[in-house]
């Protein structure tokens, strides 16, 4: 079963090492990303790929909808580890236009489990709807809720214990927030970048 990606998988291997030999070696002996990448689990959002890095060198965590939960186990574990371990100077929260999990989220479609996943955007939701329903229903409303998704899952990062701490030891770090476009395979950078504890109550209200 699955021959076709085993023999991708070979290849790859292969187109690898021959361009450089000891790829894999250094690879094995450790893991020093600069970066952690939180993004949707989106197939078609491909996180090395679209910034032309290698294994190794950015840290990914995915979900639905691209999220940031203070309750999730799994997010702060990878948030611990790349921040008190890895040292990473920058952490992007990647949404991405047309993401199937933030119109879900408000759609008025209930599909059990993932709804209360999705609660976080209902709230996001909420906290702007005079902006939101004054653009037209379609496209345009769900884009700009992408956007104010990513800048909240920003102050989520930006709030956590691991991140303020790093802060006040002097670590250098920043998070950031980027929107991918299917359409065109180019992230759009939303200007939401926090620095440091001075910078998140200046935070702008996207």
């Known amino acids: ?80 580890f790349a921040v008190d371990v890895l040292k990473v100077q920058h952490i992007m929260v990647v949404g991405h236009y047309g993401c199937g999990g933030v119109n879900a989220a408000v759609d008025g479609v209930r599909r059990g489990l993932v709804d209360h996943w999705l609660h976080p955007i209902r709230e996001v939701f909420e906290s702007h709807r005079a902006e939101l329903e004054a653009i037209p229903e379609g496209r345009a409303r769900q884009d700009r809720l992408c956007e104010l998704n990513v800048a909240r899952q920003v102050r989520n990062v930006a709030s956590d214990i691991f991140v303020q701490d790093a802060w006040a030891r002097g670590q250098s770090l920043c998070v950031h927030g980027w929107v991918y476009t299917l359409g065109t395979g180019l992230v759009t950078d939303l200007g939401v970048t926090i620095g440091g504890r001075g910078d998140y109550g200046m935070l702008p209200t996207l």
Not at 16 to 30: G, I, M, S, W, Y
Not at 37 to 42: K, L, R, V
Request: aromatic share 8%; charged share 25%.
């Open 1 to 80: 079963m699955l021959e076709d990606l085993k023999a991708n998988n070979a290849a790859w291997s292969a187109g690898k090492t021959e361009v450089d030999p000891d790829f894999f070696k250094r690879l094995e002996r450790q893991q020093s990303p600069k970066y952690l990448w939180i993004g949707c689990s989106d197939s078609r959002v491909p996180a090395n790929e679209i910034v032309g890095l290698d294994p190794g060198e950015l840290f990914v965590h995915r979900n639905v909808a691209n999220l940031a939960p203070p309750q999730d186990a799994n997010y702060l574990s990878v948030l611990q």
